[in-house]
């Protein structure tokens, strides 16, 4: 089955810095790639995706990249503000089969104001 | 807004108890997720409805017993749980079953007693 592995699972930077948050996984069938946020109490939310047959996504300061050779996608945060403060997320799924998303373990990422 | 709602948001019972947890959604979705999660974890997957139909069982104890009376609608029901079941309910909803963008729901915070 497919295994994803995320890193770092806490990041702590300063207000106005980037966020690089890692992940790779295993099975090459994978092609959907998702990334979670999840506030403390709240529920996870989609903030970007990317699909294989794409490299790179960008969504105002969130940026996903996707290296299918190196079976890694990486979610870039630029100019953090403290409400990026959160548990992010990231999973990969399968183009057929079961369609089952695999998560990463999260990464818990604090924005100091 | 919440587009999935949940209820109950909190839900304490005994070991003997039977209870319901319930989710539903208005966007027109036609798949439909059971998650569970621990704290400080990522989301594990339970069940999954496809067009009303159960398309995946992740080998989850009897004790829960899921239920999609129609395309808007998803019931988990509850009984005989064990104190280690206490976690945070989580339904979600896509447009399909396939590699789509998953709306979650607030969640049911369980506690057995």
């Known amino acids: 089955g497919e295994n994803v592995e995320q890193h770092p699972s806490t990041l702590s930077v300063q207000e106005g810095d980037s966020a690089v948050i890692k992940c790779t996984y295993s099975?090459?069938?994978?092609?959907?790639f998702p990334w979670y946020k999840q506030e403390l109490g709240k529920r996870p939310q989609l903030i970007i995706d990317i699909r294989s047959n794409v490299g790179e996504k960008k969504d105002q300061r969130i940026a996903v990249t996707l290296n299918k050779t190196a079976k890694h996608f990486s979610l870039h945060i630029t100019e953090t503000q403290p409400e990026d403060s959160a548990v992010y997320f990231c999973?990969?799924?399968?183009?057929?089969?079961?369609?089952?998303?695999?998560f990463g373990r999260g990464t818990s990422l604090i924005v100091h104001p | 807004d919440t587009e999935v709602t949940q209820t109950p948001k909190h839900l304490v019972m005994g070991m003997t108890n039977k209870k319901s947890l319930k989710c539903e959604q208005h966007?027109?979705?036609?798949?439909m997720y059971w998650y569970k999660q621990k704290a400080k974890k990522p989301p594990e997957l339970m069940f999954v409805?496809?067009?009303?139909?159960?398309?995946i069982n992740e080998s989850v104890p009897s004790r829960f017993s899921p239920e999609c009376p129609n395309s808007s609608l998803l019931n988990l029901h509850l009984h005989a749980l064990q104190p280690e079941d206490s976690a945070l309910y989580l339904c979600?909803?896509?447009?399909?079953?396939?590699?789509?963008?998953?709306?979650f729901g607030d969640g049911t915070r369980l506690s057995i007693l």
């Open positions: 099975d090459s069938a994978s092609n959907y």
């Open positions: 979600a909803s896509s447009q399909k079953f396939g590699n789509q963008p998953q709306h």
């Open positions: 966007m027109g979705h036609r798949a």
């Open positions: 999973a990969a799924s399968p183009s057929g089969g079961s369609y089952i998303p695999t």
């Open positions: 409805y496809s067009y009303e139909k159960l398309s």
